[in-house]
C-alpha cells in the first residue's frame, strides 16, 4: 500500500539565506526547499550564484545569514567530522566532470569504494562493471579521461558519483560543453537512473528549455533569490518569453 504524506518530505531545506563574496551580494533571502526523492532543477544565469548555493550544502561555504538543513536538521556549525558524515549521503557531479586525469574510467568509478569502504577486489570490479554497464561505457574501462568524448566523460562521472548509494545527488551544470543531441543523451540517462535508484537530486544548470525535462520541480533563481518554483511544463511555456530573458541565455 503506498505511504500516505500530508506534505511531502524535505531532503533539504535552504531559507532566508543570504550572502556577500567580494563586497557583492550574491544570495539576498533565498529559500528552496527540495523534495525527498524526485529532481529539482534550479535554472539561473552564469554569476547568478548556482554554484555557491551547492557549497552551502556541501558545507564549503557558509552563508552570512539564513539556514541550511538536510533532513531537518542544521548542517551550520557542524565540525568537520560531522560534515563529512552528511557528505557521505551525498553524491556529487560537478561542474564540467572533475574525472582524476591519471586515472583510468575504472579506478576514477573505482575511487569511492577503494577509499570509503572494505569491499573486496572482487565485489568492487563486479559493482563497478554493473555501473559502467547501466551507465553503457562498459567498453571504455581501460581508457583515460582525455580519450573521452564529453558526453562519456559525464557518465563516468555519474557512475562514480554513485558507487556509495547516495541519498542526494548534486549535479553543477552537468552538461556544460556538450552539443545539444549529448546534452539530451545526458538526460535521459539522469532521468532513467533517478527513476531506477530513487535518489534526491538537486540539478542547477542554465541549459534552458533542454533541461526542464529532467525536473520534477523548476525553481528559477534571479536577483539573489529563488523568484518561483514552477512543474516543468509551465517553465516549458514560459521558456521563449519571460524566463530566457531573464535568465540571459
Ligand atoms: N570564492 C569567491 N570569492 C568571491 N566571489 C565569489 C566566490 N565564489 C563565487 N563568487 C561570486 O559569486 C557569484 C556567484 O557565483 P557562482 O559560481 O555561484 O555562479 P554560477 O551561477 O554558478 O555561475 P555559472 O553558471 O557561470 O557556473 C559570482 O559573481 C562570483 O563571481
Ligand atoms: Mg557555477
Do not use: C
Not at 86 to 96: E, I, L, M, N, S
Not at 101 to 112: E, G, H, K, Q, R
Not at 218 to 231: D, M, P, Q, T, Y
Amino acid at each position: 500500500m503506498k505511504r500516505e504524506t500530508k506534505s511531502p518530505e524535505i531532503a533539504i531545506e535552504l531559507s532566508g539565506i543570504s550572502k556577500k563574496l567580494g563586497g557583492l551580494p550574491v544570495h539576498h533571502n533565498l529559500n528552496l526547499k527540495v523534495e525527498r526523492g524526485k529532481t529539482t532543477v534550479v535554472v539561473g544565469a552564469s554569476g547568478s550564484g548556482k554554484s555557491v548555493m551547492l557549497k552551502y550544502i556541501l558545507g564549503f561555504m557558509l552563508p552570512d545569514e539564513g539556514e541550511v538543513k538536510v533532513y531537518g536538521k542544521s548542517i551550520l556549525g557542524l565540525s568537520e567530522t560531522e560534515m563529512k558524515k552528511v557528505r557521505a549521503r551525498y553524491g556529487v557531479v560537478f561542474q564540467g566532470a572533475a574525472l582524476f586525469d591519471s586515472l583510468s574510467v575504472f579506478d576514477n568509478v573505482a575511487l569511492p569504494l577503494v577509499e570509503k569502504t572494505k569491499k573486496t577486489k572482487a565485489e568492487i570490479e563486479d559493482q563497478v562493471m554493473h555501473y559502467l554497464s547501466e551507465m553503457r561505457i562498459a567498453d571504455a574501462r581501460h581508457k583515460m579521461p582525455a580519450e573521452l568524448s564529453g558526453g562519456m566523460q559525464r557518465r563516468v562521472a555519474l557512475a562514480r558519483a554513485l558507487q556509495l548509494s547516495p541519498e542526494i545527488v548534486l549535479f553543477d551544470e552537468p552538461t556544460t560543453g556538450l552539443d545539444p543531441e549529448t546534452s539530451e543523451n545526458i538526460y535521459d540517462l539522469f532521468i532513467e537512473t533517478q527513476q531506477r535508484l530513487q535518489y534526491t537530486a538537486l540539478i542547477v544548470s542554465h541549459d534552458i528549455p533542454r533541461i526542464f525535462r529532467v525536473g520534477d520541480w523548476i525553481a528559477v533563481l534571479n536577483g539573489g533569490k529563488i523568484e518561483s518554483v514552477i512543474a516543468p511544463r509551465q517553465a516549458m511555456k514560459k521558456a521563449s518569453g519571460w524566463l530566457r530573458k531573464m535568465l540571459d541565455v
